[in-house]
């Protein structure tokens, strides 16, 4: 994958976006088809930031969708457990999701999977009701063993996750992913918070396969001061 992809697209979602925009994610799923062996079946990519408010989100809704037009059968997973918005900007909703699977809620994981009504190849899994402990649910056997099942139904796996240097989630998810992306943002990404999330994948040998730099000064996503503001960091 190339070292940094710019997109443009403030907070739409495909198949609304400008030309421009759908052409840049065009090439991004050229990037990260070709990051990956024959060898790999079904590729789990993990998506997230440096910062609360970079795009991440968006990004990972748009690579599952360009992925998804190519034929391919795809899962996208909102591993967000802390500021979920991903059901918010899809204008999808379910009471159960990941965390309903992890803490044994819900034992039927079809039932928590929500198709595209556009896009056959597609289908949601929202992160469900907020647990008490996002990091230790995301780091268990359980998480394991849910994206092995799920593996084994489709080519690839989106994992949209947390940003790296707020919480831990997406460092202990990282070792079930075959690479991650780390997105950016024009006039907002800090170097020093860009160069601690790096530090702190390579330190877990996680495959970086590399960046994408977005355009916009506004990300639309709903983080802002609500991410850390809702939360408190230990």
């Keep these: 994958m190339s070292k940094v992809s710019t997109l443009n697209d403030a907070n739409l979602i495909y198949p609304n976006l400008p030309f421009a925009a759908t052409e840049a994610y065009k090439m991004l799923r050229t990037n990260i088809v070709y990051s990956f062996t024959d060898e790999i079946s ?10 609360k408010g970079e795009g991440k989100s968006t990004t990972a809704i748009n690579i599952a969708y360009t992925l998804a037009v190519t034929n391919k059968k795809v899962l996208f997973i909102e591993c967000d457990m ?16 990941l965390s309903s699977i992890l803490t044994g809620v819900q034992k039927n994981i079809a ?17 469900g009701p907020i647990p008490p402990n996002p990091s230790e649910i995301l780091d268990s056997n359980s998480m394991k063993k849910v994206l092995e099942l799920l593996k084994k139904e489709y080519d690839y796996i989106v994992l949209d996750l947390p940003p790296i240097t707020l919480v831990s989630d997406p460092i202990v998810v990282s070792k079930y992913t075959d690479g991650m992306i780390i997105v950016t943002r024009q006039d907002y990404s800090e170097k020093k918070a860009l160069h601690q999330s790096i530090s702190q994948l390579k330190y877990v040998n996680a495959r970086i396969l590399g960046f ?23």
Excluded: W
Excluded at 112 to 120: A, G, M, N, T
């Design 42 to 51: 079904c590729p789990v990519i993990g998506i997230t930031s440096s910062l």
């Design 212 to 234: 994408v730099y977005r355009g916009q000064k506004n990300s639309g996503f709903g983080y802002g001061n609500k991410y850390s503001g809702k939360y408190e960091y230990k």
């Design 111 to 127: 039932s928590v999977i929500i198709k595209d009504k556009s896009f056959p190849n597609l289908n949601f899994m929202l992160s």
């Design 82 to 97: 802390r500021l979920p918005s991903a059901g918010k900007h899809l204008h999808i909703q379910s009471e159960d999701g």
